[in-house]
């Protein structure tokens, strides 16, 4: 059982990191660590993390089904290496030993840092690439989605970024609409990592619930004040708070 100020923790971080997904992506790495900072396990922060964060995603990709329309066959193919991926990596994360896990969480924290400090190139580099979608090479964007699969339900931050990349190499299209694929892919990972790890993982479930309601409501609000805030600067604050965790847990 939490404590009320533990709780009050908890929801507020699920609540910002909910609003930091709707606006610039990385929400992950307020509430995760939050987890950590409690007094729960590595992983079992990690699959907790996913199950509360989950829900919050998916109001996100409800916002782009204009985006989506003929984008059948690319959700069809991506959406099945999506959850062969999830699969592998949700599988990887349970059958790691704790041990391993602790010690490579700060440098994924780093990574997922460093993938945040580089979003607004990436997009702006993914703009450039619009066009039309007849250079599409199969076999590269089926791999990269299967590493990106892997890697997000290994640990969730910062996916929604590798992912954006990787579909602005292989994919010629314009931004909003891999904007809106990305969204949907994430969904997909998230989603069966979360049920893999409800079956199987040790989820703290009334503490995945109370982050899961602050993550909708964050993401909800979010979505409405996106315009009203400047990105790079939450973006700023959140990889000064990403780096300072992974070099605490380095330290500790």
């Given at each position: 059982?939490?404590t009320?100020?533990?709780a009050?923790?908890?929801?507020?971080?699920?609540?910002?990191?909910?609003?930091?997904?709707?606006?610039?992506?990385?929400?992950?790495?307020i509430?995760?660590?939050?987890?950590?900072?409690?007094?729960?396990?590595?992983?079992?922060a990690?699959?907790?993390n996913?199950?509360?964060?989950?829900?919050?995603?998916?109001?996100?990709?409800?916002?782009?089904?204009?985006?989506?329309?003929?984008?059948?066959?690319?959700?069809?193919?991506?959406?099945?290496?999506?959850?062969?991926?999830?699969?592998?990596?949700?599988?990887?994360?349970?059958?790691?030993?704790?041990?391993?896990?602790?010690?490579?969480?700060?440098?994924?924290?780093?990574?997922?840092?460093?993938?945040?400090?580089?979003?607004?190139?990436?997009?702006?580099?993914?703009l450039?690439?619009?066009?039309?979608?007849?250079?599409?090479?199969s076999?590269?964007?089926?791999?990269?989605?299967?590493?990106?699969?892997?890697?997000?339900?290994?640990?969730?931050?910062?996916?929604?970024?590798?992912?954006?990349?990787?579909?602005?190499?292989?994919?010629?299209?314009?931004?909003?609409?891999?904007?809106?694929?990305?969204?949907?892919?994430?969904?997909?990972?998230?989603?069966?990592?979360?049920?893999?790890?409800?079956?199987?993982?040790?989820?703290?479930?009334?503490?995945?619930?109370?982050?899961?309601?602050?993550?909708?409501?964050?993401?909800?609000?979010?979505?409405?004040?996106?315009?009203?805030?400047?990105p790079?600067?939450?973006?700023?604050?959140?990889?000064?708070?990403?780096?300072?965790?992974?070099?605490w847990?380095?330290?500790?």
């Amino acid at each position: 059982m939490v404590t009320l100020a533990e709780a009050v923790l908890l929801g507020s971080a699920g609540f910002i990191a909910g609003g930091i997904n709707a606006v610039a992506g990385g929400g992950s790495l307020i509430s995760f660590p939050a987890l950590l900072a409690v007094g729960y396990p590595s992983i079992t922060a990690n699959v907790t993390n996913t199950v509360a964060v989950w829900p919050g995603t998916i109001g996100g990709s409800l916002a782009y089904r204009r985006e989506l329309e003929g984008q059948r066959d690319r959700i069809v193919l991506l959406g099945i290496t999506s959850v062969v991926g999830s699969l592998i990596g949700s599988v990887l994360l349970l059958a790691s030993p704790a041990r391993l896990f602790d010690q490579i969480v700060p440098f994924l924290i780093l990574f997922a840092c460093a993938l945040l400090a580089v979003q607004e190139r990436l997009a702006q580099w993914v703009l450039r690439r619009q066009g039309d979608a007849s250079g599409e090479r199969s076999a590269g964007v089926i791999g990269a989605q299967l590493l990106a699969s892997i890697y997000g339900a290994y640990f969730t931050a910062g996916l929604g970024i590798l992912i954006l990349a990787f579909l602005g190499i292989f994919l010629r299209d314009n931004l909003q609409r891999l904007n809106a694929l990305k969204g949907l892919l994430s969904v997909v990972i998230n989603g069966v990592s979360a049920l893999y790890f409800a079956l199987f993982g040790p989820v703290v479930w009334p503490v995945a619930a109370l982050m899961a309601v602050a993550s909708w409501t964050g993401g909800y609000l979010g979505v409405r004040v996106a315009r009203r805030l400047s990105p790079s600067r939450l973006r700023a604050v959140v990889l000064i708070y990403g780096v300072g965790v992974a070099l605490w847990l380095l330290v500790t």
